[in-house]
């Protein structure tokens, strides 16, 4: 038995959006633990004198249908007012112990794949400042609404050495705790790495950069070697994502076939950016 429990306050306008990203965001740590989400219970805080009823039924509803989506089942929850709203789910996911995926199993040779496009954080800061286009806006809710059920997929076929959801801490944060759980380093090229779109690089010139992705490559630059990588490349390595993709450890006799089914359960992409290398510190090095 897993479990889990995340929240946040909105990132995006429409409530029932909101909804569904939040709801995906709190499945998707039982999806990389190989596991399957079982139940369910809605967290949840309102101010009631800002937010009306129908905004929050529309939150509940977004969730209520990402949850059945991953064929789990929503027990009930607890709701506070609240200064701002936040919404999010406890989890409870069921995993075999023989397959159950941690972030310390990588190992050298291993390649690393990557399941969502970077860049959410720098999108959705552009859509509170009100510079996102509405196509990139549709684009970016979907692929934060996306569940990353190919997680248990992968896990019990044996198929993947280790993974991790990439959140808060920005692809490179999660590489990192990788490395230092599994004593090996990595090596990541640029050109292979994956934006939501070119208009990201748009974004990050205007300055719609959020603190915690700031604050993510600041602490990166004591771990990471650059070699040529521009300024908005490494933002992009260091965006805080929500609702990110899943970063696979998957040994080279095995890369054709994760790739396939990958593509078969139509995540939103299926990326080799780099690989796993023996070193004697957890270092990263990333190349373009």
């Not at 809605?42 to 905004?55: C, Q, R, T, Y």
Request: glycine share 10%; hydrophobic share 45%; charged share 20%.
């Amino acid at each position: 038995m897993v479990q889990t429990t995340d929240f946040f306050t909105p990132i995006v306008d429409d409530p029932f959006s909101y909804g569904q990203i939040a709801a995906a965001n709190a499945l998707s740590d039982v999806y990389a633990m190989g596991g399957w989400p079982l139940t369910a219970l809605n967290i949840m805080g309102v101010p009631v004198d800002l937010v009306p009823p129908e905004a929050i039924r529309e939150i509940l509803r977004g969730g209520a249908l990402k949850i059945k989506q991953a064929k789990c089942t929503l027990l009930g929850g607890h709701t506070i007012k609240n200064p701002e709203p936040i919404y999010g789910l406890a989890v409870t996911g069921l995993v075999s112990p023989r397959r159950m995926l941690t972030n310390a199993g990588a190992r050298p040779g291993d390649a690393l794949v990557l399941t969502k496009p970077l860049g959410t954080g720098i999108v959705t800061t552009g859509i509170k400042r009100g510079l996102t286009k509405p196509p990139l806006e549709r684009k970016v809710i979907a692929i934060m609404a996306r569940l990353n059920d190919a997680g248990p997929e992968l896990a019990e076929r044996g198929w993947v050495r280790a993974a991790v959801d990439v959140t808060g801490f920005g692809l490179l944060g999660h590489l990192d705790a990788m490395l230092r759980a599994s004593r090996v380093g990595a090596e990541i090229d640029m050109r292979s790495v994956p934006a939501v779109s070119r208009e990201v690089f748009d974004l990050i010139a205007a300055g719609c950069i959020p603190g915690g992705s700031r604050d993510n490559l600041a602490f990166a630059n004591d771990f990471v070697e650059w070699d040529r990588v521009s300024d908005a490349q490494k933002t992009l390595l260091a965006d805080a994502q929500t609702s990110g993709g899943l970063l696979l450890c998957v040994p080279e006799r095995r890369l054709q076939a994760v790739v396939k089914l990958l593509k078969r359960l139509k995540t939103p992409c299926a990326a080799i950016i780099g690989r796993i290398v023996r070193s004697a510190k957890p270092r990263i090095r990333v190349s373009s």
